[in-house]
């Protein structure tokens, strides 16, 4: 008599790797997978990648997933074996949004130039770059200080500035030097 057993169901496991240790929006990640088989002369035959139930084209076992906005997603890791056994395994991954930086703006006015400083705090990440503009000139500055002459400009002076993140957040400020 010849018995049959049932064979062990797949063991598929997802490993995620986030860009940011905050999980936070627009989040790149790499998911490994790892998949344990029930016969040694078994293999994987196709398998398949889906984000939020749509099919992702790759051919790798390993997938990055770039731009997740927030909320939450589903990435789900399908295989079916040569044997004809099939196996998921799904991760649950919750994007937050970004928070943007907040700046505080000083301004140090002297008797022949106007300093702005711009005293960002970003609360999930870092200040990354800053652009300025000094009336309707464009400057080359990525500090978070820029000094302008008195000498070269007539008052009032519009000093504008953007501090953006390294999520890809800004935060426009406008300060009116006199």
């Not at 986030?18 to 627009?26: H, I, L, Q, T």
């Not at 029930?38 to 992702?56: N, P, V, Y």
Request: with cysteine.
């Amino acid at each position: 008599m010849i018995s049959l057993d049932e064979a062990s169901p797949v063991s598929v496991k997802l490993t995620p790797y986030p860009k940011n240790k905050f999980m936070r929006e627009p989040l790149d990640m790499v998911v490994d997978s790892a998949v344990v088989l029930e016969h040694d002369r078994d293999a994987i035959q196709s398998f398949t990648w889906k984000l939020d139930g749509i099919t992702q084209d790759t051919a790798l076992r390993k997938n990055t997933f770039t731009g997740l906005k927030s909320g939450h997603h589903q990435i789900s890791f399908e295989i079916t074996s040569l044997f004809g056994q099939r196996g998921t395994g799904k991760l649950d991954v919750d994007v937050v949004e970004n928070q943007k930086p907040t700046c505080n703006p000083t301004v140090y006015n002297t008797t022949s130039s106007w300093r702005v400083t711009l005293n960002c705090k970003d609360p999930d990440g870092k200040v990354i770059a800053y652009r300025w503009i000094l009336g309707d000139e464009a400057k080359g500055n990525t500090s978070d200080t820029i000094t302008a002459t008195k000498a070269l400009y007539t008052p009032p002076l519009n000093a504008h500035a953007v501090a953006t993140d390294d999520s890809g957040g800004e935060t426009e400020v406008d300060v009116q030097l006199q």
